[in-house]
């Protein structure tokens, strides 16, 4: 018993230990709360006017879709990289798309033209994550946003639950914290409390649309940790005020919000009032499937 005990004790605090080396050492990025950021997963941005806005902090841009010169560019600016992809569903416009077999797919995800929810128990998939975390690392991204997390609350077709979703979150977050890299939380909330030492960070879609929602992120913000929230209406002061969670002093301070539209293209508005009315992305670069924009969500 005692042995059983010791061996669920260490499976339990190897990530925190490694994240907690990994910090002393400067290898694993720990985003502060209040960062500035930006977020633009239609296309890439566009570098060659500058950045807009310039003191964004942050910024998360797709994995795929975004250059490796334009991660570089934004690092020598002084920026940290959040690299997206989506963890939690097949993209048939992916370059390593074909790598899914069949018995890794479920159910078409809703609308989505083009995706399939995966089955994240099948060490196949987490294989192909495995590559895209490299990949991560070899463009010289500071972290990893790993989206549709939270196949287990939808219409999957493959019996997922929490449990095993946890597990794999946090296998995702090992094996990006054992190439040096941070991880962000994507909405599912239900993995709080239980994944809260194993992220460095959160993304978040719309916690302020719906009523106490944004309270599921206390376990993260108590230890400092930020959450990097998206919402997409953008009209009216009072609404504004809302979504910028303004009446909240205590969530304020500890969200990062931005108010986009859902194209997630460079357009931003900022609570404290700033904005970029312009579009920082290059006409050039178009995701692989112009039905399907890079999304978040």
């Known amino acids: 018993m005692k042995s059983l005990l010791l061996s669920s004790f260490l499976a339990s605090t190897s990530l925190a230990a490694v994240i907690q080396r990994d910090a002393t050492t400067s290898a694993i990025w720990q985003p502060t709360l209040g960062a500035k950021w930006q977020i633009i997963l239609r296309s890439v941005p566009l570098l060659t006017s500058g950045l ?71 060490e196949n998939v987490f294989n192909i994550m495995k590559k895209r975390i490299q990949l991560a690392k070899t463009k010289g991204c500071d972290a990893i946003d790993p989206d549709n997390m939270d196949g287990f609350t939808n219409n999957n077709g493959l019996g997922l639950d929490r449990v095993s979703g946890i597990k794999y979150m946090r296998r995702l977050a090992k094996e990006a914290a054992s190439q040096g890299l941070s991880t962000g939380l994507k909405n599912a909330q ?35 940790k930020p959450i990097f929230h998206i919402e997409y209406s953008l009209t009216g002061d009072a609404l504004k005020n809302a979504l910028c969670l303004t009446g909240t002093p205590s969530q304020s301070s500890t969200f990062s919000t931005v108010l986009k539209t859902m194209d997630l293209d460079g357009f931003v508005l900022y609570c404290d009032g700033g904005n970029n009315g312009n579009d920082p992305i290059d006409p050039s670069e178009k995701p692989n499937d112009p039905e399907n924009p890079q999304r978040s969500s």
């Open 52 to 122: 807009t806005p310039n003191d964004a902090e942050i910024w998360d841009v797709d994995l795929f879709d975004t250059p490796t010169d334009t991660i570089k560019a934004l690092k020598q600016a002084g920026k940290k990289v959040i690299c997206y992809f989506s963890a939690g569903t097949s993209e048939d416009w992916r370059d390593d798309y074909d790598q899914f077999q069949q018995a890794d797919k479920g159910s078409c995800m809703g609308d989505w033209v083009g995706e399939r929810w995966l089955d994240t128990r099948q």
């Open 190 to 224: 239900a993995f709080l409390p239980d994944v809260a030492n194993d992220v460095a960070f959160a993304v978040n879609e719309q916690c302020a649309s719906f009523e106490g929602d944004c309270e599921s992120y206390k376990s993260l913000t108590a230890l400092s």
